[in-house]
């Protein structure tokens, strides 16, 4: 009889039950559409991070201290140095796929037709094949994908290794007066070489003022081989707690238990740590504004999608709400027959949340469906990447449809619970 019922009513109020499977797909695409993207984004907005640059700089523990007594900030007369022959170990440490990037740097003064320049080593697209079996591509290339190119291109140390290249700053350039293409003899502190320059950049910063050579020519020209004065690092990071803030301040504080969750969380402070246990005598710190910032973005955007995800459930839920009270209201009188013949509260109550749940499965199943199609094209316009389907977000989903279903529910059980036969039954509500 219950099953008959069920059929009759669904049948009967179809239209009903189509906006009610309508209010609810739409609700739960948008639920869906929101978790699915908070529950990736954090690697989403880290990546899109990683393209402004480092979080993360290690140094040679004695220009540390003095950097930090005196406020140094040139480091081109440095006089401690990193070894280059370890650079690799960077990516052996625990973190070591959260690397994105990271590449040498060392300076040095030099002179161009008796002009004084600035001149940086460091790797531009520098190939590597490492213990791990690991084969990366690192440098500036991609740390600083930010510059432009307002003459010829980026320096390829694949194909140009056999020749000595520069890329020069927009602004050293045009005090020069070179262009791309150009030879410049360039005389360092113990040797001179030719340098054909392959482009002109604009960092719209002070980098505009340097001359940007592969590490080995400007160690060759300062007589520094191997030497390096500093790395910038580009990581994949949670964003910081207070366990992380405290570690950061001191590791020894921990406890056993803290100091695990710690180093094998991918904080900057603990990947930063890391670095140092594997390249000696050097200082590794996160780059405070890049690290703080990626914290901020990231609960700030995830803040959002939760409040849009709980404001589509609330709009859902009064949907139905409106949509199961009009049904009640216009099926009184065969509620009010149902009382009169004995059934109770409890057995209409049931009745009505059958038809509700069942019209709100078939409309949840639709809405998931559309959900992760709307998460998929969230991914790609926003981050051009897809959006990975995390399984925490059926359970979830599920949850938030029930718990709509009975809260637009509510007003319509609460009136049918009120309901007198005999008041309905003679034309009075």
Same mark, same amino acid.
């Given at each position: 009889?219950?099953?008959?019922?069920?059929?009759?009513?669904l049948?009967r109020?179809w239209?009903?039950?189509?906006?009610?499977?309508?209010?609810?797909?739409?609700?739960?695409?948008?639920?869906?559409?929101?978790?699915?993207?908070?529950?990736?984004v954090?690697?989403?907005?880290?990546q899109e991070l990683?393209?402004?640059?480092?979080?993360?700089?290690?140094?040679?523990?004695?220009?540390?201290?003095?950097n930090?007594?005196?406020?140094?900030?040139?480091?081109?007369?440095?006089?401690?140095?990193?070894?280059?022959?370890?650079?690799?170990?960077?990516?052996?440490?625990?973190?070591?796929?959260?690397?994105?990037?990271y590449?040498?740097?060392?300076?040095?003064?030099a002179?161009?037709?008796?002009?004084?320049?600035i001149?940086?080593?460091?790797?531009f697209?520098h190939?590597?094949d490492?213990?791990t079996?690991?084969?990366?591509?690192?440098g500036?290339?991609?740390?600083?994908?930010w510059?432009?190119?307002?003459?010829?291109?980026?320096?390829?140390?694949?194909?140009?290794?056999?020749?000595?290249?520069?890329?020069?700053?927009?602004?050293i350039?045009k005090?020069?007066?070179?262009?791309?293409?150009?030879?410049?003899t360039?005389?360092?502190?113990?040797d001179?070489?030719?340098?054909r320059?392959?482009? $002109?950049y604009?960092?719209?910063?002070?980098?505009?003022?340097?001359i940007?050579?592969?590490?080995?020519?400007?160690?060759?020209?300062s007589?520094?081989?191997?030497k390096?004065?500093?790395?910038?690092?580009?990581a994949?990071?949670?964003?910081?707690?207070?366990?992380?803030?405290?570690a950061?301040k001191d590791?020894?504080?921990?406890t $056993?238990?803290q100091?695990?969750?710690?180093?094998?969380?991918?904080?900057?402070?603990?990947?930063?740590?890391q670095?140092?246990?594997v390249?000696?005598?050097?200082?590794?710190?996160?780059?405070?504004? $890049?690290?703080?910032?990626?914290?901020?973005?990231?609960?700030?955007t995830?803040?959002?999608?939760?409040?849009?995800?709980?404001?589509?459930m609330?709009?859902?839920?009064?949907?139905?709400?409106?949509?199961?009270?009009?049904s009640?209201?216009e099926?009184?009188?065969?509620?009010?027959?149902?009382k009169?013949?004995?059934?109770?509260?409890?057995?209409?109550?049931?009745?009505?949340?059958?038809?509700?749940?069942?019209?709100?499965?078939?409309?949840?199943?639709?809405?998931f469906?559309?959900?992760?199609?709307?998460?998929?094209?969230?991914?790609?316009t926003?981050?051009?990447?897809?959006?990975?389907?995390?399984?925490m977000?059926?359970?979830?989903?599920?949850?938030l449809?029930?718990?709509?279903?009975?809260?637009?529910?509510?007003?319509?059980?609460?009136?049918?619970?009120?309901?007198?036969?005999?008041e309905?039954?003679?034309?009075?509500?």
């Amino acid at each position: 009889m219950f099953f008959r019922m069920l059929k009759g009513a669904l049948t009967r109020q179809w239209k009903k039950m189509a906006m009610i499977a309508f209010t609810v797909a739409l609700g739960t695409s948008l639920a869906t559409a929101m978790l699915s993207v908070m529950m990736d984004v954090g690697d989403k907005i880290n990546q899109e991070l990683k393209t402004y640059g480092a979080n993360i700089t290690v140094v040679p523990k004695e220009a540390s201290i003095v950097n930090d007594l005196y406020d140094v900030e040139d480091d081109s007369d440095a006089t401690a140095y990193l070894k280059e022959e370890e650079l690799g170990n960077i990516k052996t440490i625990f973190w070591a796929f959260n690397i994105v990037d990271y590449t040498p740097f060392l300076t040095a003064q030099a002179k161009v037709n008796d002009e004084e320049v600035i001149i940086k080593g460091s790797w531009f697209n520098h190939h590597m094949d490492l213990p791990t079996g690991e084969s990366p591509d690192t440098g500036i290339v991609t740390l600083r994908s930010w510059w432009e190119l307002t003459d010829g291109s980026w320096l390829d140390e694949q194909s140009e290794k056999d020749e000595n290249c520069a890329m020069v700053g927009a602004s050293i350039a045009k005090k020069l007066g070179v262009k791309a293409g150009d030879t410049l003899t360039i005389k360092g502190s113990k040797d001179t070489l030719k340098i054909r320059i392959v482009g $002109v950049y604009d960092s719209g910063g002070d980098e505009d003022d340097y001359i940007y050579m592969p590490l080995n020519t400007v160690q060759t020209l300062s007589g520094k081989d191997g030497k390096v004065e500093s790395i910038e690092v580009s990581a994949l990071t949670t964003p910081d707690n207070e366990l992380s803030e405290k570690a950061a301040k001191d590791p020894s504080s921990l406890t $056993v238990a803290q100091y695990e969750t710690w180093y094998c969380t991918a904080y900057a402070s603990s990947i930063a740590y890391q670095i140092q246990e594997v390249i000696s005598d050097s200082v590794a710190a996160p780059v405070r504004q $890049v690290a703080d910032s990626e914290g901020a973005i990231l609960e700030k955007t995830e803040l959002l999608m939760l409040l849009i995800t709980i404001l589509s459930m609330v709009g859902a839920a009064l949907g139905i709400s409106n949509l199961v009270t009009a049904s009640v209201m216009e099926r009184s009188k065969e509620i009010g027959l149902l009382k009169a013949m004995g059934a109770q509260n409890g057995q209409i109550t049931l009745l009505v949340l059958t038809e509700i749940v069942l019209t709100a499965l078939i409309g949840g199943a639709i809405g998931f469906a559309a959900g992760f199609g709307f998460a998929q094209i969230i991914g790609q316009t926003v981050f051009d990447s897809g959006i990975t389907m995390r399984l925490m977000v059926i359970p979830i989903v599920a949850i938030l449809i029930i718990l709509m279903v009975l809260a637009g529910s509510l007003p319509a059980i609460r009136m049918l619970m009120r309901l007198r036969p005999a008041e309905v039954l003679h034309g009075r509500q």
